[in-house]
């Protein structure tokens, strides 16, 4: 997710002034010294980009949203207009690529895939960014258990979205580094750039599911009790770990015919 919450207190004159989120740039503030906070990205102002979709906006407007301070379309958002990158470039050279007639079925097969994939990660972007107006409504309530409920809920949510992006986004590599192999050469380019979107999409469901995991701590748990209560989000953490390394190994393989310059 793009917005996860990660509660710090600060203290102003001995006294527990401001609630505020390092992702967002977020604050709850009770003091006149911290108001400036707030700004420019204010929980006020986490609905403003709603009308903004990865499926039905341009390019353009989509990231003029995304660099706005609004918290939505966020990191998590990004992470799913990777994926769909991706997924595209996998299409594409699969497209491009006329397989013996033993790998015909197999080359289908990841056409397909990829086809789908580019939609699904849209549609887990568009859903990252609507989550993520979670937060600001948990933010909003007054402060007792049920604001600590909600906060809570929200962070285990957006791991949980996340790590489903992450395992489509492992789901991936397989096919893309079958084209790195067999597919069209004069596209390899094509091919290491969608493994820079790939790696780049994982490195993000990596990093939001552990931070977000890690903000449960917040309210007085332990990473320990963490772990123990969602191992497998834990899990996750660890094979996406493991994904990076993987991309990595696929990417120096085929350097030399993609970028042919640096043997000189």
Known sequence: ???????????????????????????????????????????????????????????????????????????????GVMLSIAASLTSMVAGYTEAEKSHQEHLAGIHSRAHELRKTALQLADDDASASNAFGAAFRLDPGPEREDAIHQASVDAAKASAVLGE????????????????????????????????????????????????LTSAGATLEEVREEHPELWNTVSRLTDALHQIDQLTAGVDKKAAPTEDL
């Open 1 to 79: 997710m793009g917005v996860q919450v990660f509660v710090k207190l600060f203290e102003v004159n001995g006294h527990e002034s401001a609630l505020f989120d390092r992702r967002l740039g977020l604050a709850s503030v009770s003091s006149p010294k911290l108001q400036t906070l707030g700004s420019p990205g204010t929980l006020e102002g986490m609905n403003d980009s709603e009308s903004v979709t990865t499926q039905l906006s341009t390019v353009e407007e989509w990231t003029k949203a995304l660099a706005e301070s609004s918290g939505s379309p966020g990191g998590g958002a990004g992470t």
């Open 168 to 215: 489509r986004a492992i789901d991936a590599i397989e096919d893309l580094g079958w084209l790195s192999s067999h597919g069209n050469p004069a596209l390899i380019a094509d091919v290491v750039v969608g493994f820079g979107a790939l790696r780049a999409a994982i490195a993000g469901a990596r990093t939001n599911v552990s931070f977000d995991l890690a903000s």
